[in-house]
């Protein structure tokens, strides 16, 4: 089992390697809400036009978009982390599927545990993973040792749950359509199962992510700010130690915010790591095996996961979960 106990202790060496490590959070190994107003507004001056054919179908799954399948272009030969094997570029054949418009909220996610009385993996282990802007310094020096090893602001932290994402002292209040988060790949397959829908594979997450278009970095095109507004939740500043929140959001954001493309869906890149039904490696038969992750997250900054992009990808076990790690469902036309 590729779990930590809790008394273990994380080996601590800082590695800069060029990503946010939030790969690094395997097991085995006061939510600063600045102007959600602003965020609102951002979000309908910035993807204003792309209100035009899709946001006013009727949909025939309510809160699902209907994505065309057919022969579509997955990867990139451009590759930002050859070491994630973005590349090379691909064709993969689809059937037509349904994708969620937003990444599963704690209200979604409430009901699915009130009606199943379901226990998270992260409730069953005891912690999870929080970033450490999230801790203050009395907790960050208590909790040192437990730290990632390769990357240090992520802190593994008892008692810490869906339930309670941003600490042991929060809760869900104010929270109640962000991004369900802590939640592990198991976890978002019981969910997307009780609901009736799957986890996407890989090929359909990123044909939602690109919206119809070929060879774009983003849902929506090449430039990240168009019109210089912000069009998803990532971080500006100097990471780890400097968000400036301009995009209005330090952490979370709600997934009703950056509608990206014409499929009408939200948050596809940023906000929150997605979890798809695809093995990171199909020849792991380990058992808990390393699941592709997509989108980057609210943590994510050019200089240092520059994986907020269609073709960008990650992974984790199967068992973990954390701040910045939550999914969305698809299901079969
Ligand atoms: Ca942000
Ligand atoms: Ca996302």
Redesign the pocket.
């Known amino acids: 089992m590729a779990c930590f106990d809790g008394l273990l202790l994380i080996v601590f060496l800082i590695g800069a390697n060029g990503d946010c490590g939030c790969n690094k959070l395997d097991r085995a190994a006061s939510v600063v809400e600045k102007s959600d107003k602003v965020c609102k507004q951002q979000a309908r001056n910035t993807n204003g036009h792309y209100r035009d054919y899709y946001a006013e179908l009727e949909p025939e799954i309510e809160g699902m978009s209907l994505i065309p399948g057919g022969s579509v272009h997955i990867g990139t030969d451009n590759p930002h982390f050859q070491a994630d094997r973005e590349s090379p570029e691909r064709l993969v054949k689809l059937k037509d599927f349904y994708l969620d418009k937003h ?1 599963v909220s704690n209200t979604k996610f409430e009901e699915f545990v009130s009606a199943t009385n379901y226990t998270t993996e992260a409730e069953r282990f005891g912690d999870s993973f929080l970033f450490k802007t999230l801790l203050g310094a009395p907790e960050q020096k208590r909790l040192e040792n437990y730290r990632v090893a390769s990357a240090p602001w992520w802190y593994k932290v008892s008692g810490v749950s869906w339930r309670n994402p941003n600490g042991v002292d929060t809760n869900l209040n104010g929270l109640e359509q962000h991004p369900v988060v802590h939640v592990s790949w198991r976890d978002a397959v019981a969910y997307c199962t009780w609901a009736g829908k799957r986890l996407p594979s890989e090929a359909e997450w990123e044909t939602g992510c690109r919206g119809g278009k070929q060879r774009k970095l983003f849902p929506w095109g090449n430039k990240l700010m168009p019109k210089e507004q912000h069009w998803l939740n990532i971080w500006q500043g100097d990471f780890p130690d400097g968000n400036t929140a301009d995009d209005g959001y330090e952490t979370t954001c709600p997934v009703d915010r950056f509608r990206q493309n014409v499929y009408d869906l939200y ?8 979890w798809t039904a695809d093995l990171w490696d199909t020849n792991d038969v380990s058992v808990s095996p390393n699941r592709v992750k997509k ?1 980057g997250s609210y943590l994510c900054h050019k200089s240092y996961c520059f994986r907020y992009r269609c073709a960008a990808r990650s992974q984790n076990t199967e068992d973990s979960s954390a701040g910045n790690l939550g999914f969305r469902c698809a299901k079969d036309a």
């Open positions: 990444e948050n596809m890149v940023g906000n929150v790591w997605e989108g």
